[in-house]
């Protein structure tokens, strides 16, 4: 048996799922298990003609996949690479297991790139489950930044059969890059600025009181109530709180990157702090979160470490 691990999404965390292969006597076939979804399900046929694609040919023997642990719904197209390399490498006789692969690949056997990728490697990096990962070579510029993982970029199915016939010789593909914006560092840990101020409480005339309440709001994190008559400035001061908030750390910046890719956006890396003002007809769901077959974050989770405006 050959093992590799991948991860799957349990709400908006990663949750390791080690991808099992056996090969044995018996009618040909190829079957998945685990509770895998239907994306899962259509891999088999991505990886059949990624892996003939490169010349590979099938064993007349039966091959059975299986995602462990076997009571987790798994999703996303990230096994497809993993499934295909316990195929391609039955026979090889190192051990795979201390790697984690994540790739979708076309028929051609490329490897593509997946914007959900990077919070599932976010999430696992926090949890300290993992040391290196084979990824597509198209994430390798974004993923850099999340600390404490070895990354190997592929561009094909053939790359990465390479790198794990010659893993004891594989380096890593990029080194980690830090955040480039202007930091200082207390006690060895980097808090990060920007001097880009969209908008700037010089704006606000008047509203002393105020303008000092969100001072000492934002100094110590806390909730802070306005009230007062319409057009008096409430909405003007609480929108400018996101640009007076303490420096972010690196940990901090990486959640809010994490945030953006489950929005389907292009992470920034920006130290500002997320804001988030939805309109006051917007329904439970969609400030709280919830979802029928699927939870998605709400507007107060997007708004994490940040500002919300209700």
Known sequence: MKKVSCATYEGIDAKVVHVESTLTKGLPSFSIVGIASASITEAKERVKSALLSNEFSFPPKRITINLAPSDLKKEGSQFDLSIALLV???????DLSEWFVFGELGLDGSVK?????YPLMLSLANQKVISKAIVPYESLQKLSKIPGIEFYGVKNLQDAIELLRNQETASPSIEQTDIAYPHYEIKGEKYYYINDYD????????????????????AGFHNILFEGSPGCGKSMIAKRLRYILPPMKSDEILDVAKLQAFEMLEPEFKPHRNMRSPHHTSTLASVFGGGSHKAMIGEVGLAHNGVFIN
């Open 88 to 94: 391609a490498l039955d026979s090889l006789e190192d």
């Open 113 to 117: 790139e997946n914007i959900q990728l």
């Open 199 to 218: 908008e700037d409480f010089s704006d606000v005339k008047g509203q002393e009181v105020a303008k000092r309440a969100a001072l000492i709001s934002s």
